[in-house]
T-cell receptor, first 111, second 114 residues
């Protein structure tokens, strides 16, 4: 089970690009990297998932280097509504037992 | 956009009582899950369910808990003999088969045990 490490908190200003990096040194060959967002008193929301290189969707980009020991979630031009906790999860997509949410990164977007 | 729904949004119960939390997963999803989040703490996996059977469960999911899919749309979590420490947000989630890490969560039920 790959353990992940993320910064506990980050601050940013509206309109800036925010990059949140997650370390997962013992990622396994079959593991995918998945990011979730959670607003207070709401359920986590799936943002993006990737295996290697770069993945982009309408919300974010996910950069994964060749060694896959880390990944970076990039949020372009954040707004106040992006203030949330962001979780990085690593696992093989088949076992819910391994779907472990860490403490996440609390992003605060300031005006 | 299809979404997972949960009822009730808030449930208050007395210690020792039984509660049933209800969820309606996204209609074409095959895997269902329950998680809980104690206030200010991490989201914790409880159980996954597929084909009318429990696929996996965590250490938290002991004999006090049970899950059921009583009909084609609902997925329920029953907590027997509730304890104060069961107070938490309970989230239901669902996913398409084979992509279990792309899960879609409901808004949660806040359970308060007094």
């Amino acid at each position: 089970l790959a353990k992940t490490t993320q910064p506990i908190s980050m601050d940013s200003y509206e309109g800036q690009e925010v990059n949140i990096t997650c370390s997962h040194n013992n990622i396994a060959t079959n593991d995918y990297i998945t990011w979730y967002q959670q607003f207070p008193s709401q359920g986590p929301r799936f943002i993006i998932q990737g295996y290697k290189t770069k993945v982009t969707n309408e919300v974010a980009s996910l950069f994964i280097p060749a060694d896959r020991k880390s990944s970076t979630l990039s949020l372009p031009r954040v707004s106040l509504s992006d203030t949330a906790v962001y979780y990085c999860l690593v696992g093989d997509n088949h076992y819910g037992q391994n779907f472990v949410f860490g403490p996440g990164t609390r992003l605060s977007v300031l005006p | 956009e299809p979404e997972v729904t949960q009822t009730p949004s808030h449930q208050v119960t007395q210690m020792g009582q039984e509660v049933i939390l209800r969820c309606v997963p996204i209609s074409n999803h095959l895997y269902f899950y329950w998680y809980r989040q104690i206030l200010g703490q991490k989201v914790e996996f409880l159980v996954s369910f597929y084909n009318n059977e429990i696929s996996e469960k965590s250490e938290i999911f002991d004999d006090q808990f049970s899950v059921e899919r009583p009909d084609g749309s609902n997925f329920t979590l029953k907590i027997r003999s509730t304890k104060l420490e069961d107070s938490a947000m309970y989230f239901c989630a669902s996913s398409e088969a084979l992509i279990s890490y792309e899960q879609y969560f409901g808004p949660g039920t806040r359970l308060t045990v007094t």
